[in-house]
């Protein structure tokens, strides 16, 4: 079952190398040079056309499309929504002497592309080989600005190495991008046009109604005759640059966007509004584009980096993670959530998964607690739907959905969207942990406790009381594993239920202390009544938490124990992935888990647990775990870091900051995996950093991989930005700014300012 990496790549500590165009590769390529910006994401394609097989992939964070399922069970769902495929605002063709470009069919010599983590630009080189004769050097430039959201610079330059003469174009926007899933475009035009010096389209999607203006203005280093290019659904211009042998000539376009999800604006204001940006757009200084995202850059890295000495690839593997999260999400724009392939690709079309508070949030809590927060907010504005979806299954409050883009539930498989309990205990445990560690309470009191009491009225009304052993819990569920259908009282369900409650009571009570007048508007606002906490107190005092008292072991549901056992190292490497390869009923047969259910509690409420727990449910469950979830190595790593088993714990992380580079799964062709690099950020802080965030102030207690000669990596706490280094005698931690935090280090509590503190590792152990 040995994951397998494909390099092919050049190892850099600050890009992304490919040499050589391989067109097997070239979807893989597509998805690891994408580009974003947090409101719009654009794959790795090539602009001029290509022939062969490609993924030509634009995405704008919200916008999505309706597809009808059919389902008439009560409870279930009749339609999803997903992510749609947008605009190719990149659409370029070129042609010299009647010869057009397409690296299908083309002859080209010195192909190279770099994605450059310090400057955020895609750059992409090659010289065209003529059937003429002729010899023409081309470098592609694009970026999505990370300080202009709605803005998109593409940048082409050309270089004749033995001829002068013209080259013809034609750029422009093209709404007629084929949606791959479906087949087709899922978009009609409604207005498009040339005003001034803007050239520019409005279009619609086919069923949910959602508008996006597209436009783009042209600089060059010639003055430009440009002849207007329309047709359905497209709007460009095409034009001849003039090119000398030894010179270069270049063009630049400025692409800008604007989305009406939500039907907010009639279509003339959009299309003005648009209109607007654009003509704002075309008084902007490439030069200024340029040096404002490095500037951009260079504060992210100067606040979360992390350096890792004596290791190359996982160092171009951590620092690429970081870029993408940056890429994917910054908080910007509250309200947007994370696909779990971000915006590269259409695979779980779009949607957000619990991955987002269990596995992303963190990173964004130690990194950008702005983006944390407005995590949140997305799930505070679908509130409203995770109480209608409560209704539709016979509940009250609120019941967050398993997959979703818009707050709707768009998992279309049944026993996901409606056994899969575990996204409201995830949505509450991420606002326990955001406040715990930024200390923002004013969001608690506002939005954080009318969301905790909707998904505590969703749990007290879904789970029952167990007629023989007179204890609650949740029967025909599914836990994060998902290898283990329609159970009853699964462990992670009913303990994080269970810290919900407590969570929820505590909260109120501390409001009705603290902020009285902000407690009276809650329980105006939501109906609470006194009977509702005395219930919600009872039924955490009564939760059943299957455990076996002799084996200190959780059991992951009730009847676990007792499930035929398989030994997974003797499950064929043919057979895997298990989904395409097992009938679906067989997956259910054994002890066999898809990933972390036991454990994943272990690690989020880390300290309530001892040491000889954690140890005893490791060397359970790991040999019963396929990792068939790629989230799923990240937190056995971590576990084995801290019990000690390091070697394990190298073993879990060797391909977590590479997966997508070394396409480990093979599926990185379908787009990068999002909440997974999250994780490998995950895996280091938390692995080897030894980072707690659970307890009464953060903690740590580091180590160091054999491999490594030191690594360092930064966190923001309670205001005060930490960097903590490591090597093989000693570890430092340094407040960079925002004066002096109060940390718990090996057990012991030290106070870290701008002096710094060294300590030895592990009172000199080295792992």
Not at 82 to 91: E, P, R
Not at 676 to 700: H, K, P, Q, T
Request: proline share 3%; glycine share 8%; net charge negative.
């Amino acid at each position: 079952m040995a994951k397998v990496a494909d390099k092919y790549l050049k190892v850099d500590p600050w890009a992304v190398i490919e040499e050589g165009f391989d067109p097997q590769r070239n979807r893989t390529s597509e998805s690891i040079f994408s580009v974003g910006n947090e409101y719009m994401g654009v794959r790795g394609y090539a602009e001029e056309g290509y022939s062969g097989d490609s993924l030509l992939g634009s995405y704008f964070s919200g916008l999505h499309e309706q597809q009808e399922i059919g389902n008439h069970y009560k409870g279930m769902i009749r339609s999803l929504r997903y992510m749609v495929n947008a605009v190719d605002w990149l659409h370029t063709r070129l042609m010299v002497d009647g010869e057009q470009l397409d690296l299908a069919r083309s002859k080209i010599t010195d192909y190279s592309r770099r994605l450059d983590f310090r400057t955020g630009t895609y750059r992409r080189e090659l010289i065209w080989l003529l059937d003429s004769g002729k010899r023409l050097r081309l470098t592609f430039i694009r970026l999505v600005s990370m300080t202009h959201a709605h803005l998109g610079l593409q940048q082409v330059r050309f270089e004749p190495l033995n001829f002068s003469g013209d080259v013809e174009i034609c750029t422009g926007l093209d709404f007629g991008i084929i949606h791959e899933e479906r087949g087709q475009s899922m978009w009609r035009s409604l207005r498009s046009g040339v005003e001034g010096n803007v050239s520019a389209i409005m279009a619609s999607t086919l069923n949910t109604g959602n508008k996006l203006f597209s436009g783009f203005v042209l600089h060059s280093s010639q003055e430009l005759h440009t002849e207007k290019v329309e047709r359905d659904r497209y709007i460009g211009q095409a034009f001849k640059l003039q090119l000398t042998q030894g010179g270069m000539a270049s063009y630049t376009k400025l692409a800008v966007h604007c989305i009406d999800i939500d039907a907010s604006r009639k279509e003339d204001e959009l299309w003005r509004e648009g209109l607007r940006l654009a003509a704002g757009a075309s008084e902007l200084n490439e030069a200024e584009i340029f040096a404002a995202q490095s500037a951009y850059w260079t504060e992210i890295w100067e606040t979360s980096d992390i350096l890792i000495e004596g290791d190359p690839e996982n160092q171009q593997g951590i620092r690429f993670c970081i870029f993408q999260l940056y890429q994917t999400y910054h908080g910007d724009h509250p309200g947007y959530n994370i696909g779990a392939k971000g915006l590269t690709g259409e695979a779980y079309r779009g949607l957000a998964f619990w991955d987002t508070e269990s596995y992303c949030l963190p990173f964004y809590i130690f990194n950008n607690p702005k983006a944390a927060k407005s995590l949140l907010e997305f799930r505070y504005k679908t509130l409203p739907e995770a109480m209608d979806r409560a209704r539709e299954v016979d509940c009250e409050g609120a019941f967050y959905p398993i997959a979703t883009i818009n707050g709707t539930e768009s998992c279309d498989l049944w026993q996901h969207s409606n056994l899969q309990l575990h996204v409201g205990t995830a949505v509450s445990y991420g606002i326990w942990h955001y406040v715990k560690n930024t200390g923002d309470r004013a969001f608690l009191y506002s939005k954080g406790a009318e969301m905790l009491i909707q998904i505590s009225r969703f749990y007290a009304t879904r789970g029952q009381w167990g007629q023989r052993s007179g204890e609650y819990g949740y029967f025909g569920v599914m836990g994060p594993d998902e290898f283990q259908l329609m159970v009853n009282n699964n462990c992670y369900i009913n303990l994080m239920a269970k810290k919900l409650f407590e969570f929820t009571l505590e909260t109120i009570a501390e409001m009705e202390t603290l902020v009285p007048d902000a407690y009276t508007a809650l329980l105006k606002k939501t109906g609470l009544i006194p009977e509702e906490l005395a219930d919600w107190g009872n039924k955490a005092g009564h939760m059943r938490i299957p455990h076996d008292q002799v084996t200190g072991v959780y059991e992951e549901h009730d009847g676990y124990f007792d499930m035929p056992y398989i030994d997974i190292h003797s499950i064929p490497v043919t057979d895997f992935p298990l989904y395409s390869n097992w009938s679906y009923d067989r997956l259910y047969r054994y002890d066999m888990i898809k990933q972390p259910d036991v454990l994943m509690f272990m690690f989020l409420y880390n300290g309530e647990f001892s040491r000889e727990a954690k140890l005893a449910n490791y060397e359970y469950y790991e040999p019963r775990c396929i990792h068939e979830s790629s989230l799923s190595p990240s937190i056995h790593s971590i576990l084995a870091s801290e019990i000690g088993k390091y070697e394990e714990a190298y073993h879990f992380f060797e391909f977590a900051t590479r997966l997508d580079l070394d396409n480990y799964n093979r599926n990185t062709r379908e787009g990068l995996h999002t909440t997974s690099i999250a994780a490998a950020w995950m895996n280091i802080v938390y692995g080897f950093g030894g980072m707690r965030s659970d307890g009464e102030c953060l903690s740590f207690r580091p180590t160091l991989p054999k491999r490594w000669t030191s690594y360092h990596f930064r966190v923001k706490y309670a205001g005060v930005l930490l960097r903590i280094e490591v090597d093989r005698n000693h570890v430092c931690f340094t407040a960079l700014r925002g004066g002096r935090a109060n940390i718990m280090v090996y057990g012991q509590q030290i106070i870290v300012d701008a002096t710094g503190t060294k300590l030895p590792l592990g009172g000199g152990m080295m792992t």
